[in-house]
């Protein structure tokens, strides 16, 4: 019997100003939903290993619910169990090194995957997640090996060509990360990281067909932030404003922390329509809540100095360096106006 706990899953993000990436998580409502029933369901299984304590089975099950609960050092000794009541089950391990992944312990992960992988060379669950490890260090080759053992049990395994087309993104051969992006997709139409990295690449080149698959995200969700904001972004780039700005006014509407979306449109308007008072209270409610925001500091400087606010602009432009030191953008500013 297989079971599967959730697993991190990497987005990369690209946009006109730094930024970090932001993870996508599940619904409130789907997480309280969970906390609610999580009681009834956690005396069920108790009982159920009470009546039967070496059942590595159940213990798993109990892993799973513990994971859904964010009870991730519960979920740990849960497995740790069924490896001691089961040590020839590759699964189990497999299952336990994702925890240790997600709780930033990437060297135990592999350790319990190469186990996993002397139980069980061919298991495609290991191999992918041991060919994921080698990519983040950037051992292409080894994760190129691992990840064909495990197309080579199932070769219609989307999340092998997801991966493929990571490596082959970071090794810049765009034409094969989109192929290979295009053949998890055609594996599992609902794979939305996918869709979003080819909207990057598309949109990359400023090819209109990056709309159509940060459409497609948005029909697998609808609320993602990274997919309104990556396609408002791209509309931005080919100077579509009027629907770029209307998508940062969404985004705001399902998180209004997005401080992202308050510096484009502080930059929208800074650049593109001259009104400068209107940037510069953009730009500050970006710093409301993102402090150390430079770049916010320094548009929100130049929109004063354009509007002939030098006090203020040196000052913001201060406040810039004083967060980043080697900004340059900021110091040739404090030399223009001191």
């Keep these: 019997m297989r079971y599967i706990l959730s697993f991190i899953i990497f987005a990369f993000l690209v946009g006109c100003n730094p930024q970090?990436?932001?993870?996508?998580?599940?619904?409130?409502?789907?997480?309280?939903?969970?906390?609610?029933?999580?009681?009834?369901?956690?005396?069920?299984?108790?009982?159920?290993?009470?009546?039967?304590?070496?059942?590595?089975?159940?213990?798993?099950?109990?892993?799973?619910?513990?994971?859904?609960?964010?009870?991730?050092?519960?979920?740990?000794?849960?497995l740790e169990r069924a490896i001691g009541l089961d040590s020839n089950n590759a699964n189990h391990y497999v299952l336990l090194s994702t925890l240790k992944f997600r709780n930033k312990k990437p060297a135990e992960a592999m350790e319990l995957l190469q186990t996993a992988l002397k139980r069980?060379?061919?298991?495609?669950?290991?191999?992918?997640?041991?060919?994921?490890?080698?990519?983040?260090?950037?051992?292409?080759?080894?994760?190129?090996?691992?990840?064909?053992?495990?197309?080579?049990?199932?070769k219609?395994?989307?999340?092998?060509?997801?991966?493929?087309?990571?490596?082959?993104?970071?090794?810049?051969?765009?034409?094969?990360?989109?192929?290979?992006?295009?053949?998890?997709?055609?594996?599992?139409?609902?794979?939305?990281?996918?869709?979003?990295q080819l909207g990057l690449m598309y949109a990359s080149v400023y090819d209109e067909l990056a709309l159509a698959y940060y459409d497609n995200a948005l029909d697998i969700r609808p609320n993602s932030t990274e997919a309104l904001y990556n396609k408002a972004l791209y509309l931005q780039s080919v100077e579509e404003l009027q629907a770029a700005d209307k998508l940062y006014k969404k985004i705001l509407e399902i998180d209004p922390n997005y401080y992202i979306a308050y510096y484009n449109m502080g930059f929208l308007r800074l650049v593109y329509a001259e009104d400068y008072d209107s940037a510069a209270s953009l730009f500050s409610l970006a710093?409301?809540?993102?402090?150390?925001?430079?770049?916010?500091?320094?548009?929100?400087?130049?929109?004063?100095?354009?509007?002939?606010?030098?006090?203020?602009?040196?000052?913001?432009?201060?406040?810039?360096?004083?967060?980043?030191?080697?900004?340059?953008?900021?110091?040739?500013?404090?030399?223009?106006?001191?």
């Excluded at 983040?136 to 197309?151: D, G, M, T």
């Excluded at 710093?287 to 430079?294: A, G, L, Q, R, V």
Aim: some cysteine; aromatic content about 12%; hydrophobic content about 35%.
């Design 120 to 154: 069980d060379p061919q298991n495609v669950t290991a191999n992918l997640k041991v060919g994921e490890l080698f990519m983040y260090l950037e051992n292409y080759e080894n994760a190129f090996k691992h990840i064909n053992i495990a197309l080579k049990q199932d």
């Design 20 to 78: 970090e990436a932001q993870e996508n998580q599940n619904s409130k409502e789907e997480s309280t939903e969970s906390v609610d029933s999580s009681f009834s369901v956690f005396d069920d299984i108790n009982q159920q290993i009470k009546a039967n304590p070496n059942s590595p089975e159940l213990y798993i099950k109990r892993a799973d619910l513990q994971v859904k609960n964010n009870n991730y050092s519960a979920a740990v000794k849960d």
């Design 287 to 338: 710093i409301e809540k993102d402090p150390n925001y430079f770049e916010a500091y320094y548009n929100r400087g130049y929109a004063y100095e354009l509007a002939g606010n030098n006090l203020k602009a040196l000052e913001d432009y201060k406040q810039a360096l004083a967060i980043k030191p080697d900004f340059t953008l900021a110091a040739k500013g404090v030399n223009r106006l001191q």
């Design 156 to 196: 219609f395994n989307a999340e092998a060509y997801f991966l493929k087309g990571m490596i082959y993104k970071f090794q810049r051969d765009s034409a094969k990360a989109v192929s290979s992006f295009q053949t998890c997709v055609e594996q599992d139409l609902d794979y939305y990281d996918a869709h979003i």
